[in-house]
């Protein structure tokens, strides 16, 4: 019996069911280090309510998380977020929005299974946090794009200085976006989706 004292187990609510003309679906995750908007863009971008894990953060947090430009933020995500989106008719991409504090980074392996592609998010003012990020996508073969999400007080920089910092190859595509708006968020998606087809067509996405 369920608590509305029924015996049927209420399904879906009918905004977050997968639309019936739906053929294909596809597992995305968005990583970053803390504080990078990888909850918000979920939040933003995504067709039903989300699910997040977000906790209240505590004294306890003091001296272990770096949460060096996010003074102000009060919660933070302990285990993933999750969102969906469709991108036509027939394509849902399902969004995992990883934790972005280290202590809690063992739960990314199981959140890259599987995953046909990834968004790096980046804070221009802890460019240094993103080298560890992308090093644990290439260890695993994900492919990702890098989106630089536009704070208010970040320094900014063309896009061949951030390339040429992060470090990265000719082909990895580099957006700027605002985590906050639909569009935008919806916009790095649609150019992970472009990258990871023409890493198809070349034979390069296994």
């Known amino acids: 019996m369920d608590f509305n004292g029924s015996d049927t187990i209420p399904g879906p609510r009918t905004e977050d069911q997968l639309p019936h003309t739906a053929q294909a679906a ?32 505590t004294q306890a947090g003091i001296g272990v998380d770096d949460n060096f430009g ?14 969906r989106i469709s991108i036509t008719d027939q394509l849902v991409l399902y969004l995992f929005g990883t934790p972005g504090q280290q202590r809690f980074w063992f739960l990314w392996n199981g959140l890259f299974e599987g995953a046909l592609g990834a968004v790096v998010l980046v804070d221009t003012r802890r460019l240094e946090v993103s080298f560890d990020v992308m090093g644990r996508l290439e260890e695993r073969g994900v492919p990702f794009v890098v989106a630089i999400n536009s704070f208010p007080d970040a320094p900014r920089y063309d896009v061949e200085e951030l390339r040429t910092a992060l470090d990265l190859t000719p082909d990895i595509p580099i957006i700027e ?26 034979g390069s996405l296994t």
Not at 27 to 48: A, H, L, N, R, Y
């Open 70 to 83: 996010s003074a102000s933020k009060t919660a933070t995500t302990v285990a993933m977020d999750f969102g």
């Open 26 to 57: 596809a597992k995305i995750v968005i990583v970053g280090g803390f504080g990078v908007g990888k909850t918000t863009m979920v939040g933003s971008v995504s067709e039903i309510t989300p699910l997040t894990t977000e906790e209240t953060m």
């Open 177 to 202: 976006c605002d985590a906050r708006r639909r569009a935008s968020s919806r916009d790095v998606l649609m150019t992970l989706m472009r990258f990871l087809h023409s890493l198809a067509m070349t």
